[in-house]
């Protein structure tokens, strides 16, 4: 039906429903004017959890724009850059492990070098866990801080940085390719497949869906399995 000779109410009701997701968008965008840089071609597991952890959970940057590239003058305009650059500065954002200078640990206990999945974690991974469990007990914050540091990120950081799980020459019995890091990994487009830089985006995009998801859930399974109640 028509209302005043105007539009028909079914019409109304469809440009009203773009209108409210027009102007959602523009508070979107308005929001998320930060800009996070990492590196284009194939990526890996840490900068893509590093980019989900920023995005989803730290205030600052959430709904931030990943910014792929090794354009260093790009780089140098950008809010937070993980996992390229050369340069470790917390105070300035970045957030690089490749440099030769760089023998970061997650702490004096740990031997493995980090990631710029563990750097993100190290500096923000407090704020994060806090925010995925509603929780504000700094107890609890730091029990699940540190535990999902050592059964969930610590293998991030050692497989990136190519430390071995064991101190050993003797050659492993069989290959472990099942692993979050792996899976990342074979998300990137083999040779034959289309390797154009929207669907390497698109593939990017579904890492940090992979990483992140299983992130949230092993900081939850450690809140409910671990510590109940």
């Not at 540190?146 to 950081?157: C, N, P, S």
């Given at each position: ?49 590093a980019c ?6 730290v205030d ?106 064991y101190t ?62």
């Amino acid at each position: 039906k028509k209302r005043g000779g105007g539009l028909w109410v079914g019409e109304r009701r469809e440009k009203s429903v773009v209108v409210l997701m027009e102007e959602r968008e523009a508070k979107r965008q308005k929001m998320s004017s930060k800009k996070i840089g990492t590196h284009d071609g194939t990526f890996h597991c840490d900068e893509a959890l590093a980019c989900y952890l920023l995005t989803k959970y730290v205030d600052e940057y959430q709904d931030a724009e990943v910014v792929r590239t090794r354009d260093q003058k790009i780089l140098n305009e950008l809010d937070i850059v993980v996992d390229v650059g050369a340069e470790y500065d917390p105070a300035r954002h970045r957030y690089d492990h490749h440099q030769r200078s760089f023998t970061g640990t997650f702490d004096d206990t740990h031997k493995t070098k980090l990631s710029s999945a563990g750097l993100v974690y190290k500096h923000f991974g407090r704020d994060i866990v806090s925010k995925i469990l509603e929780e504000k007990n700094p107890k609890i914050i730091d029990k699940v801080y540190l535990t999902v540091y050592d059964y969930f990120m610590e293998a991030i950081d050692g497989i990136d940085n190519g430390i071995n799980q064991y101190t050993t020459d003797i050659a492993p019995n069989y290959k472990v390719g099942t692993d979050l890091s792996s899976r990342v990994a074979m998300l990137n487009p083999t040779w034959n497949e289309p390797s154009d830089d929207k669907t390497v985006r698109n593939r990017f995009d579904q890492a940090m869906q992979l990483t992140g998801g299983e992130f949230t859930s092993a900081v939850l399974r450690e809140k409910n399995v671990y510590l109940p109640g």
